[in-house]
């Protein structure tokens, strides 16, 4: 079994960052890609950054130049640094890894359970 815990969300004024970290917990062979999706009310789950093992990442448009994610293989952890943040970032922010638990079986993916990210003048 797998845990994502995430941590960071908050309230924050148009043009404010915040950091959204996200650890993983349990047992695995290997966690390969993560990444971060949000929803805010009423809309679909969208995505808005994924990083693989090898650092390589991948953006939503709404987000490009304005949002950093990275990793730290060693902590089992991803983060997701926001500035320039704009009300339209508001949303509950979702934590997402593709884990490989044993060498037998192929890969699956684990959610943590949200953290909301409010802005707001």
């Known amino acids: 079994q797998v845990q994502l815990v995430e941590s960071g969300g908050g309230s924050v004024q148009p043009g404010g960052s915040l950091r959204l970290s996200c650890a993983a917990s349990g047992s695995w062979f290997s966690i390969n890609a993560m990444g971060w999706y949000r929803q805010a009310p009423g809309k679909q789950r969208e995505l808005v950054a994924t990083i693989t093992r090898g650092i390589s990442t991948n953006y939503a448009d709404s987000v490009n130049g304005r949002f950093t994610i990275f990793r730290d293989n060693a902590k089992n952890t991803v983060y997701l640094q926001m500035n320039s943040l704009k009300p339209e970032d508001t949303a509950v922010y979702y934590c997402?890894?593709?884990?490989?638990?044993?060498?037998?079986?192929?890969?699956?993916?684990?959610w943590g359970q949200g953290t909301q990210v409010t802005v707001s003048s």
């Open positions: 997402n890894a593709l884990v490989v638990g044993t060498l037998m079986d192929g890969e699956h993916a684990y």
